[in-house]
């Protein structure tokens, strides 16, 4: 099954000689597939926007996730699609940049280690009901000792989403705040209570020691601290009214904060890891064993605990969440680059260069573009003193005279169709649900 999407700017008249340009979105159809090959794919799509009056060459932009058939450079269903429409440039999706670039930078061995037992965690909980009542139990009897203010609201531990990081956020909270009523359920499970099964035991003994030790501890709130900085871009990126600007400046932002977080926060991270060490019963963090050659885990050289766990794992974790926001979101800097030279706040530092790759791109789709520098060199002079400039291109186009710079209007509600993300695709097939749901599903 394939769903395609249009992506237009629609008019809608609100005075005399001023228009508002907004981003819409339309369902064409849904294709049912028989062959998932680049080729083929291809195929039905530009069969579909054909079929609905469409003009291939008219499309300036294509999302698709990275599978081989879709983003594949000789023989993926972009490429076949811009051979046949060059101007329609291929945009992966923002959301999975920022899904691949996280999963990527927890490839460090004892992150990985320390996300997989708190997946195994979730996984001894939930099909368990007679587990589950424990662990609600112990947290009614933590809540009790407790003020109002600091009681727990959550009494379940649920396994991370496989997708969302958002959710695998909030998965890593509700993990702290239900820190301690898990140290004691599963200390009663394995070690104190009766009346279990031996792989209840087992297990349970088994996740105790995984989470009370020092390491498990270090990871984990490295990497809740860190994830701090992209939760808000990762909710953004999967909603529909983001723009190619709005997200190049969101996703600076994080880059650089991330990168300054590097010599800034790591005295906060280690003291959290301690006050959650006590909770364990540990009276600070311990540093493992070392040896002079160690190929299982970091074996790097340190003076004292903080030191060694800032070097093997503070500081292998930020530089490579750094190294992976860089390299995946490279495209949109460039993409990005092309708008902002056009905006009333960035026109003033405007190079030739910039300009003459608009030129050359959007020449043919420009109403008047010998007249371009012209109009170039008026827009300078007519936003150089102007007061509260916009700063998105929605804005800009609102404030600009379409027949006084139509080659500048024309660029910007071009630009405005790039997408950011395909996440628009996915909720629109979510939205079946409604149709077709578990309840009519089993419907005798």
Known sequence: MFMLRRRKTQKTHQSINTFIRQMCQRL????????????????????????????????????????????????????RFQSLSPKAQYHYCSSHDLNLALCKCCNIKEIHVMLDTLTQQGLFFKYSPKRSRRLEDAVTKANLTRPKSEQMSKSKFHVFCETRWVEKQTTLRDFISMYEPIVECLEAIGQLESGWDTKAVTDAYGLLKKITDSTFIACLQTVLHMFGYVIGISSKLQGTSLGIIQAYEMVTHVKSSVAEAKNTDYKDVYTKATMMAQKAGLDSLQMPRRCGRQTQRSNVPADNVEQYYERAVFLPFVDSMSQQLNLRFNTMTQQACLTFCLLPNNIASATQESMLALLDFYRDDMPQ???????????????????????????????????MYSNISKVLTLLLLTPVNSAGVKRS???????????RSTMG
């Not at 680049?38 to 039905?44: K, L």
């Not at 499309?59 to 081989?68: E, F, H, K, N």
């Not at 008026?378 to 186009?397: D, F, G, M, Y």
């Open 369 to 403: 573009p010998d007249m371009f520098a012209q109009e170039v060199q008026l827009w300078k002079q007519t936003r150089r003193n102007t007061e509260n400039k916009p700063s998105t291109i929605v804005q800009t186009l609102t404030k600009t005279c379409q027949h």
């Open 28 to 79: 064409l159809e849904f294709v049912e597939l028989e062959k998932t090959t680049g080729e083929a794919i291809c195929e039905i799509i530009v069969k579909a926007i054909t079929d609905a009056g469409l003009d291939v060459q008219l499309c300036r932009s294509q999302t698709m996730d990275g599978a081989g058939n879709m983003s594949g450079k000789q023989a993926g269903c972009a490429a």
């Open 429 to 439: 097939n979510s939205s079946l649900k409604f149709i077709k749901n578990p309840h």
